[in-house]
């Protein structure tokens, strides 16, 4: 990235300070001035680049320095970061990258926001929630400042103040004790809201966020110009951006990706690995489409909220049924979390209603009322699957409140997890499990993938 690219990791001081109504606003602000606004989400999240796609109408990247590795984060920053439309004002530059972080900003290790800062070298502008706080909210920004010197905190924005004397107390103490720039300060009480579930917010097809109401938000109580200025102390990264590896000359095959409602937790990168790879990517709907695409060479099914939607994939059957043949026939399937789901026997909803799905697998997913399991994870291959060969190694995040029956053992574990968790359920040419996995650190995972599916045609 060029050093002149202007660039902001918007942060906060813990999860639920508002850093994604303050990035989605700044966005639509930014975008609306004429800005090339190019969005990236810190961390495993899914459904936050929706709602910047929503507002950018720019696919969002993951950057994810624990599971994709600090090479393959600053290459795809480095490619996307660039953008190609003139600024409407000063400062002059081509465009701006905002990265919304994750938690808190420190929050999360090498995962976190503060060590995507500190790799990329890019400014931070922190959200601090200021409600029941005054002149102490210069202490939390001062300690934000100091705790790290290799993490630049440039900017910071109060949100939810009750006043403008609020305002004063805190601004004061702030410019008194820190070195962050103020950019503005939110009211308390706003009209933006952003509806959540189980598994965080809406994803962005089922939000209606007022654009115009964003934008206003931040232009009124915000100092944008201010901030562009702020984002303009991008340094060169301290380390050289990797060339990552070119895959072989690619093999072409057709791979059937279901899109939809209730399947839509997709990394962008891992698509764009796999047609790069040859396959040629043809997308369904199994909560739409009656039957399969013609002539496919294997299936992805990602995750998202099939039990939202499980009486309408139920009722689905010659869909169903189609996904249980083509499993049986040996062609590759990979399915992670929602997509494992609906491969079940059924799902179990969380009022306790029950819904058959695809059944190649002979137990029940059972929704809980609590998280059931959250975290990074390594899976080692305990034999050959179609990700590839026993003892390859792949990378991803687990988040879900399913759980299954007890598989039985004649199914076979195709991997094991770093916790000692045996998943990766195999059976014929069908691998599933609740683990997302990102390709960034293991192309290889891609192209094996790609060549069963080559391999499986030409029997």
């Given at each position: 990235m060029n050093s002149q690219q202007p660039a902001l990791i918007i942060a906060g001081t813990h999860s639920g300070c508002g850093k994604t109504t303050v990035t989605l606003g700044l966005m639509a602000a930014l975008k609306q001035r004429g800005l090339m606004v190019q969005p990236f989400k810190c961390g495993p999240d899914f459904i936050d680049p929706t709602l910047h796609l929503l507002i950018t109408e720019q696919v969002s990247r993951n950057l994810d320095v624990r599971m994709c590795g600090p090479a393959y984060v600053q290459h795809l920053f480095a490619t996307h970061?660039?953008?190609?439309?003139?600024?409407?004002?000063?400062?002059?530059?081509?465009?701006?990258a905002i990265i919304e972080g994750v938690m808190g900003l420190f929050d999360g290790g090498q995962g976190s926001a503060a060590t995507l800062a500190r790799l990329l070298n890019i400014p931070v502008l922190l959200v601090v929630d200021v409600r029941s706080a005054a002149e102490s909210v210069a202490a939390v920004v001062k300690g934000f400042e100091i705790l790290d010197p290799q993490v630049e905190v440039a900017g910071v924005i109060f949100n939810r103040v009750g006043s403008e004397r609020h305002v004063q107390m805190i601004s004061h103490a702030v410019r008194q004790h820190c070195q962050a720039e103020i950019i503005g300060a939110l009211p308390r009480e706003n009209k933006i809201a952003l509806p959540s579930r189980h598994l965080g917010l809406h994803t962005g097809p089922e939000v209606a966020l007022n654009r115009q109401s964003l934008v206003e938000l931040i232009e009124e109580h915000l100092d944008v110009d201010l901030l562009l200025k702020v984002a303009q102390q991008v340094k060169p990264a301290t380390e050289q951006v990797a060339e990552l590896a070119r895959l072989a000359d690619p093999i072409k095959v057709r791979l059937g990706v279901a899109q939809d409602e209730a399947f839509c937790f997709y990394y962008q990168d891992n698509l764009d690995m796999l047609a790069k790879a040859g396959a040629e990517l043809i997308f369904f709907s199994p909560l739409h489409d009656a039957t399969l695409p013609d002539t496919l060479d294997g299936l992805y099914l990602g995750g998202g909220y099939p039990e939202l939607y499980a009486e309408t994939l139920a009722v689905n059957t010659s869909m169903r049924g189609a996904i249980r043949a083509f499993s049986s026939s040996g062609k590759p399937?990979?399915?992670?979390?929602?997509?494992?789901?609906?491969?079940?026997?059924?799902?179990?909803?969380?009022?306790?209603?029950?819904?058959?799905?695809?059944?190649?697998?002979?137990?029940?997913?059972?929704?809980?009322?609590?998280?059931?399991?959250?975290?990074?994870?390594?899976?080692?291959?305990q034999t050959n699957t179609p990700l590839g060969l026993a003892g390859n190694c792949c990378y991803g995040h687990e988040f879900h409140y399913s759980t299954i029956d007890t598989m039985p053992s004649a199914i076979q574990r195709g991997y094991v997890l770093d916790d000692g968790w045996a998943e990766g359920?195999?059976?014929?040419?069908?691998?599933?499990?609740?683990?997302?996995?990102?390709?960034?650190?293991?192309?290889?995972?891609?192209?094996?993938?790609?060549y069963i599916m080559q391999h499986v045609r030409t029997l």
């Open positions: 970061a660039v953008t190609h439309a003139p600024l409407a004002e000063n400062p002059p530059a081509q465009g701006i399937v990979y399915a992670e979390c929602g997509g494992f789901m609906y491969l079940t026997k059924g799902i179990v909803t969380a009022d306790k209603e029950e819904y058959p799905m695809v059944g190649v697998y002979p137990v029940r997913s059972r929704m809980q009322q609590g998280l059931r399991r959250l975290g990074y994870r390594q899976v080692e291959m359920y195999l059976k014929d040419n069908t691998l599933a499990g609740y683990v997302h996995l990102h390709w960034g650190k293991t192309p290889e995972a891609v192209q094996y993938f790609v």
